[in-house]
């Protein structure tokens, strides 16, 4: 059984810098993209950001300039690094990966980024 587990979510002022990680526990895993999603309250979840292992990134226009993501294709980790956070980036973000069979998707129960004005 895979999981996977993200991590450095939490408060922070507008203008601030959050570093999310994910990683995935239990079964050893393949992948060959990752990507990270938030979801406000009353919201549809969003993709953030996607990473293929071929280092190829997409990024939605609402954080381009101000997220990063990256990953480590050994260890199967992402992770984004958030500057310049603004109070609309307030949502839960929750770690995906997709293995190489179709349909075979992951997902991490998500963590909680704050933001205050």
């Known amino acids: 059984q895979v999981q996977l587990v993200e991590s450095g979510g939490g408060l922070v002022q507008a203008g601030g810098s959050l570093r999310l990680s994910c990683a995935p526990t239990g079964s050893a895993v393949s992948v060959v993209a990752m990507a990270w999603y938030r979801q406000a309250p009353g919201k549809q979840r969003e993709l953030v950001a996607s990473i293929l292992n071929s280092g190829m990134t997409n990024y939605a226009d609402s954080v381009k300039g101000r997220f990063t993501i990256s990953g480590d294709n050994a260890k199967n980790t992402v992770y984004l690094q958030m500057n310049s956070l603004k109070p609309e980036d307030a949502a839960v973000y929750y770690c995906?990966?997709?293995?190489?069979?179709?349909?075979?998707?992951?997902w991490g129960k998500g963590t909680l980024v704050t933001v205050s004005s």
């Open positions: 995906n990966a997709e293995g190489p069979i179709y349909g075979e998707i992951y």
